[in-house]
């Protein structure tokens, strides 16, 4: 999927979100979606975790598995990348979750040691995991396509959704090779609209 547009929203024909035309001049908001579907699920340090709890702070949602050898091992390294620009912004006010679509192997541990593979900051990154019916559920209203191939691996659509401060989803990006200065700006961008 990597000659996808950088920066898009997803169709209305194919998900359940309104389209809307993205690339608004800098000096714009970005558009809104909706409100960004909740979930409660278990972090790789096995706590309950739920959007809910970072109100009030950007989040970027990922979504990846811990054995890919494909595209989730670049979207979670451009996320490090970005997540190291971020400077002090990173935790307090902005924030990265990775839910694995592999939740029969990705369990706490295997996503810890995933996280510390990338450098993940866990102060502001969680990487999360569940009941697999939950987990599909939630891709479902985010708009992810996921399905198990048949060496056990997930082929899956790469998609990093943007949420405000207020819980409500902004952007949402398809691919892995966005522009991470462009993803930056938009995360800094919703931090700025907050304030």
């Known amino acids: 999927m990597s000659g996808w547009p950088a920066r898009i929203l997803l169709l209305a024909a194919l998900f359940s ?9 800098l000096d714009k908001r970005l558009p809104t979606i909706g409100p960004a579907p909740d979930f409660t699920l278990t972090s790789q340090d096995g706590a309950r975790v739920s959007l809910q709890d970072f109100r009030g702070k950007v989040v970027a949602v990922a979504f990846i598995f811990a054995s890919c050898t494909d595209v989730c091992p670049m979207l979670t390294d451009n996320m490090a990348r970005v997540q190291d ?16 679509v592999d939740p029969e192997r990705d369990t706490p541990e295997v996503l810890k040691q995933y996280a510390e593979n990338f450098g993940a900051d866990l102060k502001g ?30 082929d899956h659509t790469s998609l990093t959704s943007l949420i405000d401060p207020d819980g409500i989803l902004r952007v949402q990006y398809l691919g892995v090779r966005f522009n991470l200065e462009e993803f930056r700006g938009d995360l800094l961008s919703l931090l700025d609209e907050s304030k």
């Open 85 to 100: 620009k971020l400077g002090t912004a990173f935790g307090p006010q902005i924030a990265f979750v990775s839910i694995t």
């Open 17 to 25: 979100w309104p389209a809307h035309a993205h690339g608004a001049p």
């Open 125 to 154: 990154w969680s990487f999360l995991t569940g009941d697999p019916a939950i987990i599909r559920e939630i891709g479902r209203k985010y708009g992810l396509f996921a399905r198990k191939v048949a060496e056990g691996d997930v």
